[in-house]
Nanobody, 127 residues
Framework: QVQLVESGGGLVQAGGSLRLACVAS????????MGWFRQAPGKEREFVAT???????????DQADSVKGRFTISRDIAENSVYLQMNNLKPEDTAVYYC?????????????????WGQGSQVAVSS
């Protein structure tokens, strides 16, 4: 049984940092995408970032209020895990963050591209 277990969420002031971790068990995702999504209150879940090709390639959301330049996704292949370092956090980053793993072998940015999901980690940013 595949499980993704997240940790690292919490409450932080604007401008602060948090690091989310997600460890997969039950199968390895060495050559598969692992990524992060988030869902803010009253909004749909949205793509944040993904890493693929054994962690050598990364891709971040393009939309407004982008996380580019503030968030960094990384992989630990040996630990079968993925991380999201979040710096300069803003109140609009407040959301439940989900890690996800895919059985595909190419870049994956849509929810339907992912087969396994973590339980979600609450991130709250106060102004």
């Amino acid at each position: 049984q595949v499980q993704l277990v997240e940790s690292g969420g919490g409450l932080v002031q604007a401008g602060g940092s948090l690091r989310l971790a997600c460890v997969a068990s039950g199968r390895t995702f060495t050559s598969n995408p692992m990524g992060w999504f988030r869902q803010a209150p009253g909004k749909e879940r949205e793509f944040v970032a993904t890493t693929f090709w054994r962690g050598g390639r990364t891709y971040y959301a393009d939309q407004a209020d982008s996380v580019k330049g503030r968030f960094t996704i990384s992989r630990d292949i040996a630990e079968n895990s993925v991380y999201l370092q979040m710096n300069n956090l803003k109140p609009e980053d407040t959301a439940v963050y989900y890690c996800a793993a895919s059985t595909k072998t190419m870049r994956a940015t849509r929810e339907q591209d992912y087969d396994y999901w973590g339980q979600g980690s609450q991130v709250a940013v106060s102004s």
